[in-house]
């Protein structure tokens, strides 16, 4: 326990920190959006995160190497937009009128089956995914070894943010969707079939679940577990950033990717309970999230 | 009030349902009797969310949290210290209401959603604590072999203790729903903005039917300890928190046994589907995604929907005359 806390240390925590943070963006970002638009929390999310992580695996395993890798981080978001599309057209769609609670418990049950279903298609065995050789091993930042995969996700978190929001602010389906989410009724009396804008919403936001667990897999165990947690994790994001507000989400997870690793070097056992802690510190003293919520 | 209440057909109705209650463990076998014991603290547990979701229509979205705050509450005392066993099952709810309190006070500054969000993240917080303060409560693994007093050393005895316990607790609950605060909560539910309009403190009562609430919630816990003899923090997991939200729109929001009735419903699909399939969470993803389309006021909900419409038609002649 007395082991003092040096720059190097504390350098490689912070940039474990980032670039744990990125993957918690992509992810909760997606929340954000679906939220931003369709106002309703997608108890989904999660399940579509770790369908995306076992998609990345098998295409990986199955066409390997440098290929494999890229194939995968297309395929598995596609794959959950396929999955979500499906869902949305032949359900969700019909409960747009309905209470908001019952949209909510839809996607609870849409998290149950999924993760059945990804029960009876992969097992319930441990899973993991080495990153392809050129991003393999690590360099040495600042007097510190950093794992390249780690980079990595560092260069594609930003990417992600600037891409979101170039196309919520600058295209014509970001300025409907966000128009639709304020008032739907009067987006359809110009002509505009609301029910498609909110199914594209809901699968894009759909997508980047997939393409954050595409992107973990590489770094963590993929196992029938990892839904619960990160479902979690992004809703305090998503929540303490403000909802439905992407640069929100983006604040949320630095602070959330932070927090955790700074608190390794603090109280390692505890490591966990810090990011809750600064989620119910800034809840308290500003329960609407730190940024401006889109409602 | 009380004569009324001794008068009604609901009255009677218990006064027979009550001995055949008490009748179950002479006739029915132990592995019965002991499901009907979850039935029985699971129903309390779903009807003590319903104060809050259904009639005071709050996003009460972590209510786990207090059942496990109180089941470990009087696991701990049972455990740890040598109190009398009275202490911790007293313990249990009032430590539940309190985190109710502490919770609530801070969540209902906000409205809907903002509101289910804050309590996720309290009640996540709660989860995470219990998760990993393992000198405390062995995190993971949970507390076993809780010791217990005498009387509840048989299933029986078990038996008798919870249904009295839940007996009490529908009791104070029902005349709660009845009384005026109940119909406070009902009318924040219905129309909180003409509640503040005139002079109704909506979140000073929204913040009583909390710790109320959390109260039961937590009297479910400890009955919980009673029964398994074990705690463990998935107690106080948030997707426990979403199933007990599905017993009650599965057996009706709006109705008093509504969520008991989902409860029962629950208890039993995951007995006898748990025994056959590894895949329960399968069946129960598709048996909400059925009542969400065709159900959505739960089953006693559409007997509701009966029973107002005769009273509207009655009433109406009544005015016609």
């Given amino acids: ?295 | 009030m009380i004569a009324d209440i001794v008068r009604s057909r609901a009255f009677v109705q218990h006064v027979v349902l009550l001995p055949v209650l008490l009748l179950v463990p002479a006739v029915a076998g132990r592995f019965y009797v002991y499901i009907l014991a979850v039935i029985f603290v699971t129903g309390l547990l779903a009807m003590s969310l319903n104060l809050l979701a259904g009639h005071g229509g709050a996003y009460q979205f972590h209510h786990a949290a207090f059942y496990g705050v109180g089941a470990y509450t009087a696991a701990l005392i049972l455990t740890r210290t040598s109190l009398p066993a009275w202490v911790a099952f007293g313990a249990g709810p009032i430590a539940a209401a309190a985190t109710g309190f502490v919770v609530g006070a801070i969540c209902v500054r906000l409205n809907k959603l903002y509101f289910g969000m804050l309590q996720i993240s309290l009640g996540s917080l709660i989860w995470i604590l219990v998760l990993r303060w393992y000198s405390l409560t062995n995190g993971d693994d949970g507390i076993h072999g809780i010791p217990m007093p005498e009387f509840l050393s048989s299933a029986t005895g078990v038996y008798y203790f919870v249904l009295g316990v839940v007996a009490v607790c529908l009791a104070l609950m029902y005349l709660i729903l009845k009384s005026p605060f109940g119909a406070t909560l009902r009318a924040i539910r219905d129309n909180p903005q003409r509640c503040e309009a005139v002079g109704i403190n909506v979140r000073r009562h929204q913040l009583i039917g909390i710790v109320v609430a959390t109260f039961f919630a937590g009297v479910a816990g400890v009955l919980f300890v009673v029964l398994e003899g074990s705690v463990f923090p998935d107690m106080l997991f948030w997707v426990l928190s979403l199933e007990i939200f599905i017993m009650c729109l599965l057996g009706g929001w709006f109705t008093f046994y509504g969520p008991m009735l989902g409860a029962a419903i629950m208890v039993a699909l995951r007995t006898f589907v748990g025994s056959y399939t590894d895949y329960w969470t399968l069946v129960l993803g598709i048996v909400l995604i059925l009542l969400i389309f065709f159900l959505p006021e739960g089953i006693m909900g559409i007997h509701l929907r009966e029973l107002v419409r005769q009273r509207g038609r009655r009433a109406s002649m009544k005015a016609a005359e």
């Avoid at chain 1, 997606?30 to 990345?56: D, K």
């Avoid at chain 1, 979690?232 to 990717?257: M, P, Q, R």
């Avoid at chain 1, 989620?279 to 730190?290: A, Q």
């Fill in chain 1, 1 to 295: 326990m007395e082991q003092s806390i040096t720059l190097a240390g504390f350098t490689s925590q912070l940039l474990v920190g980032l670039s744990r943070a990125m993957i918690l963006f992509i992810v909760s970002s997606g929340l954000s959006f679906i939220l931003g638009v369709l106002r309703v929390p997608n108890v989904a999310h999660g399940s579509l995160y770790m369908i995306g992580a076992f998609v990345a695996h098998s295409v990986a395993t199955a066409v390997g190497g440098v290929s494999g890798f890229w194939l995968a981080l297309v395929l598995a978001p596609l794959a959950v937009a396929v999955i979500s599309l499906i869902a949305e057209r032949t359900l969700f769609c019909h409960l747009y009128e309905r209470e908001h609670l019952m949209l909510l418990l839809f996607t609870f049950a849409l998290m149950l089956i999924l993760g059945d279903l990804t029960k009876i298609t992969w097992g319930a065995d441990y899973r993991s995914l080495t990153a392809p050789p050129f991003l393999q091993g690590s360099v040495s930042v600042l007097g510190t070894a950093f794992p390249r995969y780690n980079l990595f996700l560092l260069a594609v978190g930003p990417v992600v943010a600037v891409g979101l929001w170039l196309l919520t602010s600058r295209t014509m389906f970001g300025k409907i969707a966000r128009a639709a989410a304020v008032d739907r009724e009067m987006v359809g009396a110009i002509g505009i079939n609301v029910s498609w804008v909110f199914a594209l919403a809901f699968v894009l936001g759909c997508l980047l679940a997939g393409l954050g667990g595409a992107l973990v897999s590489p770094t963590v165990s993929i196992t029938l577990g990892m839904d619960h947690t990160i479902i979690i994790e992004t809703f305090l994001i998503v929540t303490i950033g403000g909802l439905g507000n992407i640069w929100g989400a983006l604040a949320g997870s630095l602070i959330f990717g932070i927090t955790q690793s700074i608190g390794v070097l603090i109280l390692p056992q505890f490591a966990i309970v810090f990011p809750y802690l600064a989620v119910v510190v800034i809840l308290t003293l500003k329960p609407t999230g730190l940024l401006k919520s889109v409602w």
